[in-house]
């Protein structure tokens, strides 16, 4: 199970990482936190958000035979940068300041991934 010391972790990677949410099979939070003088831009939307990833996940669900399963997404929009894996029946959303290179979100994702293989194995 993903515990608060892996989200302290994944936030302590880099500046430029603001979010991490840990969502269940259901779309409910079961836990986040958001990093000290940054602001959470989905905080309006963000209980509609988290069930539209969970709808997100079982769409890429069909493809599976074909493609494998998804491990992962990373999405820039004007306000954000997303990042998003998939854990057995977990989903750990993040957002980064959307302003960072490609380059480094590249490397940030790579530590998450091996942050999220070693604290849930």
Not at 13 to 40: C, F, P, R
Request: proline share 1%; net charge negative.
């Amino acid at each position: 199970m993903l515990h608060l010391e892996m989200i302290d972790e994944i936030l302590a990677i880099d500046d430029v990482v603001w979010y991490i949410a840990i969502i269940d099979s259901m779309g409910n939070v079961i836990s986040s936190k958001l990093k000290k003088n940054t602001n959470n831009v989905i905080e309006d939307e963000e209980e509609m958000y988290m069930v539209d990833l969970r709808i997100t996940k079982s769409m890429l669900d069909i493809f599976d035979s074909s493609f494998g399963k998804t491990i992962s997404l990373q999405t820039k929009r004007e306000k954000t940068r997303q990042m998003i894996y998939y854990h057995d029946n977990l989903i750990i959303y993040i957002t980064c300041d959307p302003r960072t290179d490609n380059k480094k979100i590249s490397e940030i994702s790579d530590k998450i991934e091996y942050l999220v293989q070693v604290m849930v194995s």
